[in-house]
């Protein structure tokens, strides 16, 4: 069984070569080979999590170099669920990529990307949850963020190119800082594998510690958009294509929590900066869900509820016991699934009303019912709606806090009831808007385009609309406005319809799905969490697998 542990990283690797092999000659074949990996990456995800569940952790040192010098890869409960949770939210946001036709945009282009970068993000991912040392951790963050400018600039525009630099700039920055923490942590220990950094930091001077878990932290934070460190976020997201979005929203900060989860338990015992993981919590939520409630375009409201509830899992970082670091991965888990879903819905909202400003869209609830239903019921699980996963997650959180029964633990715990109730407030306005109220005037019409190639009319160019990029007017050549055109970016034009795509509202129910077995298996999911966290604490099979003693 360990043999399987380096394919989830393997697997989508090879396939990026395939898919740039056959490049948009063979589109259908390209398509084949993506659905089949992930299905596959899915499936042994799964089987690896079971594995680590009965038998314990697995590892793999590739090239049978032991420690520090070899590449370890580790299979624990904890990297279990996040794989596969993830290999089954990448699998739908593909489905619902195709269905969109975003990857037809590239009939034009001599090399097409999408497919090869979207498959080197999922690497990139599975790389990072099984890291077994902080320099192949680093080398995962970096192949996922590679692979995120690609895609996140996807289409050229204005817009895109400018979000985009935002994302590049913060990346570095932080990629510079992980490295340094990596330089001093190696020439503190002689070593950058988890295992033998589990009992070799306990010997350096206290000072020493703090400083290498601070710049860890702060690496970390910068990842999963923690407060104050979380601007970058509204800005760059919102203006990906839906699919991208989705998945960004749904997996790249949890990648940063996860990293906290494993460093602060693995590496750093004890809880030294416990108060100020909570202090950086309680403002996350506060400050996300206030900046939540302010907004009036979906995707950034989505945004910002994403760093308010960022904030829950902090929470159970920082309280570092038993059942609160059980409530934070189910939390987890349960937020990369609807959170991922409800940016696949607000694409299926653009496609459908043209826009995703609330103040000029309405009557979605009579005008497209489905649609209603695929936002319902994940809003209702973010909010935390008894008896939803959101619910389940929140409440073991709550009640560790009780149980801890700090002056802080106290302080989140009311935090965390206010912030779910704002959330709720900002889902009712949500729903309020777009679905409930008359579709108001001025209302996209069916047939309308939303994107397209320009024509030779220069009035589009400007600061936000760059030539040969993609960014030039909306209206596509020799149609007026209003009719119905098959096409997107590079040559095509994306309309309005009523008549949603079936892959794009088959992938989202899927994912809707996803987040409701947390609901209907809650029992078993919460003792596999309990016995992750029971794990993580210990510690010692952690080492014991990676150094067989």
């Known amino acids: 069984m360990n043999a399987l542990v380096p394919l989830p990283v393997l697997l989508p690797l090879c396939a990026t070569g395939l898919s740039l092999a056959f490049g948009t000659r063979l589109k259908q074949l ?33 090239g049978d170099f032991a420690p520090p010098l070899g590449i370890t890869l580790v299979a624990d409960r904890l990297s279990g669920l996040m794989l596969t949770v993830s290999s089954a939210v990448t699998l739908c ?69 400018r979000a985009g630099s935002t994302y590049v700039i913060i990346s ?10 990596i330089a001093m942590t ?33 690496v970390f934070a910068i990842k999963a958009a923690v407060f104050p460190l979380a601007a970058w976020l509204p800005d760059s997201y919102p203006t990906a294509p839906a699919p991208v979005t989705a998945v960004f929203a749904g997996l790249l900060t949890k990648v940063g929590v996860y990293s906290m989860l494993r460093t602060e338990t693995l590496l750093f015992p004890g809880n030294r900066l416990g108060d100020l993981l909570m202090a950086a919590a309680l403002a996350s939520m506060v400050v996300g869900i206030l900046g939540a409630v302010a907004q009036t375009d979906l995707k950034r409201l989505l945004s910002f509820t994403l760093i308010s509830h960022i904030g829950y899992m902090v929470f159970g970082i920082g309280l570092a016991t ?12 349960h937020h990369i699934t609807v959170q991922t879903t409800l940016f696949l819905v607000a694409g299926l909202i653009e496609r459908r009303g043209g826009t995703t400003e609330l103040t000029r869209i309405g009557g979605l609830a009579k005008a497209a019912p489905l649609l209603a239903v695929l936002f319902f019921v994940p809003a209702m699980n973010l909010a935390g709606i008894p008896p939803l996963s959101g619910f389940i997650g929140k409440l073991g959180l709550m009640r560790a806090g009780v149980a801890d029964g700090g002056v802080w633990a106290w302080i989140l715990v009311t935090g965390s009831a206010v912030t779910s109730l704002l959330t709720l407030y900002v889902i009712a306005k949500v729903w309020n808007l777009a679905f409930w109220r008359a579709a108001p005037p001025g209302q996209a019409a069916d047939g309308t385009v939303l994107e397209a190639d320009s024509d030779e ?10 030539p040969g990029t993609g960014d030039e007017p909306v209206r596509p050549r020799h149609q007026p406005a209003g ?37 209907v298996f809650a029992g078993p999911l919460t003792s596999y969490t309990d016995r992750a966290a029971a794990e993580l604490l210990a510690r010692t099979p952690y080492v014991q697998a990676v150094l067989g003693r």
């Open 483 to 519: 009719r119905a055109v098959a096409a997107t970016l590079h040559g095509h034009a994306v309309t309005t319809t009523t008549k949603l795509p079936r892959p794009m509202t088959g992938a989202t129910a899927a994912a809707v799905a996803l987040g409701l077995a947390f609901t």
């Open 186 to 218: 190696y020439a503190a220990t002689g070593t950058a594998n988890f295992a033998q950094l589990a009992g070799r930091l306990a010997a350096l001077p206290l000072g020493v510690q703090t400083l290498i878990q601070a710049m860890l932290l702060t």
């Open 172 to 181: 570095l920055f932080s990629s510079m800082l992980f490295l340094t923490a």
């Open 457 to 466: 009319d220069e009035e589009g160019e400007g600061p936000d609309h760059i």
């Open 322 to 333: 038993r059942d609160a670091y059980s409530g934070a991965i189910v939390y987890v888990a």
């Open 30 to 62: 390209q398509r084949l080979i993506s659905v089949a990996v992930l299905s596959a990456v899915l499936g042994l995800s799964v089987a690896l999590m079971i594995a680590a569940d009965t038998s314990g952790p697995l590892t793999v040192h590739l």
């Open 93 to 161: 946001v593909l489905v619902y990529s195709l269905g969109q036709g975003m990857t037809d945009r590239e009939e034009e282009t001599p090399v097409a990307v999408f497919h090869p970068a979207y498959l080197i993000l999922v690497a990139g991912v599975s790389c990072t949850f099984l890291a077994g040392d902080l320099v192949n951790l680093y080398v995962g963050f970096e192949i996922m963020l590679v692979a995120s400018f690609v895609l996140l600039t996807l289409g050229g525009t204005g817009p895109r190119v």
